[in-house]
Nanobody, 127 residues
Framework: QPQLVESGGGLVQPGGSLTLSCAAS????????IGWFRQAPGGEREGISC???????DYADSVKGRFVVSRDNAKATVYLQMNNLKLEDTGIYYC?????????????????????WGQGTRVTVSS
């Protein structure tokens, strides 16, 4: 059974940093792009980043220059390094994959419609 399990969320002050992890199991991570989307407290979902199988990355304008996505296929894990966090970054973060796209990232706007395999990890930015 393929799984993606998110971890690393928490409470952080504005300007702080967090690194989220997405651990894959039950399938070969190397062959798939992994994206991140978040769900704000009001319910709005936003696709924010993706890393392809080859390591190419894509970012939403809202996080560009602050977030860095990376992957370690040997550890079957994808990371989202979040820096200079803002209040509006608060939400539940999910990692997802879109098997029909294989190792290529789908459009970021598509990420929010993908099935969530994990429970997500909550990030709260508050002073």
């Amino acid at each position: 059974q393929p799984q993606l399990v998110e971890s690393g969320g928490g409470l952080v002050q504005p300007g702080g940093s967090l690194t989220l992890s997405c651990a894959a199991s039950g399938f070969t991570l190397d062959h798939y792009a992994i994206g991140w989307f978040r769900q704000a407290p009001g319910g709005e979902r936003e696709g924010i980043s993706c890393v392809s199988g080859s390591g190419s990355t894509d970012y939403a304008d809202s996080v560009k220059g602050r977030f860095v996505v990376s992957r370690d296929n040997a550890k079957a894990t994808v990371y989202l390094q979040m820096n200079n966090l803002k209040l509006e970054d608060t939400g539940i973060y999910y990692c997802v994959t879109d098997p029909p796209h294989g190792s290529d990232c789908p459009p970021l706007g598509h990420l929010r419609y993908l099935e969530r395999w994990g429970q997500g990890t909550r990030v709260t930015v508050s002073s």
